[in-house]
């Protein structure tokens, strides 16, 4: 991958800025069940209440409602739940805070994140409480969260949609992210792609194409 006709950056937001664990919430959420359950929820592939969620076609209390109704958390409060569904948001590197900062004044950069209501506002808190930044969305041109547009990775619709308001060219753009999923899908529109997969770090990458 070399950055010398890139212009334009969309960033996936957990695992490329946001460190995450999927299993903390999956593990938390369980110990709420009264029986025994298996909640259905991957980096991959989810149930379809959680679907929901991410494209904003239920809302928060919907969403604790599903769970409850779903997985049968009976006597499980709203915090309980928002807890356990948080558990999977860990922490935000200084250093990726600090490169963001630093590529915006060389590049055109974006946020697009498969997310939901509660994530939004939780991850906000922990840029607040960190770094004294009002949100995420203060580090990009826009950010774009599927629960607010009402659409989601891989859906190549996401993808045109933000080449087309903001006019960028698909040949100046890299999108990269974490699920291998929606680097397939950013291809196939005809973006460039890093599939960022541990131990690499957007930090190491643009170090080593010398930012």
């Known amino acids: 991958m070399e950055l010398t006709k890139i212009k334009n950056i969309i960033f996936d937001l957990g695992g490329v800025i946001i460190n995450i ?16 359950c298996q909640v259905q929820y991957s980096q ?8 929901l969620f991410e494209t ?6 919907d969403f604790r409602n599903d769970l409850r109704k779903t997985y049968q958390m009976r006597d499980v ?27 915006s004044k060389k590049y055109r950069i974006f946020l697009l994140s ?24 203060s580090l990009f041109e826009e950010a774009y969260y599927s629960h607010l547009v009402g659409k989601r990775k891989p859906d190549a619709v996401i993808f045109e949609m933000i080449l087309n308001q903001h006019n960028l060219s698909k040949d100046e753009t ?38």
């Open 21 to 36: 664990d999927y299993n903390k919430s999956i593990e938390e959420l369980q110990k709420l069940c009264k029986d025994d």
């Open 44 to 51: 991959k592939e989810q149930s379809h209440l959680f679907d």
């Open 174 to 211: 890299l999108f990269i992210d974490d699920s291998i999923q929606h680097i397939k899908s950013a291809k196939e529109v005809g973006i460039h792609t890093l599939h960022l997969q541990p131990p690499l770090t957007i930090n190491e990458f643009f170090a080593d194409e010398a930012v």
């Open 114 to 137: 498969n997310t939901n209501a509660i994530h939004l506002e939780a991850f906000n808190k922990i840029v607040q409480r960190s770094f004294s930044i009002p949100s995420l969305d």
């Open 56 to 61: 904003g076609d239920s809302t928060p209390e």
């Open 77 to 103: 409060t709203d915090q309980q739940i928002d807890d356990a569904w948080n558990a999977m948001l860990l922490d935000i590197p200084q250093e990726r805070i600090d490169l963001l900062k630093e590529l």
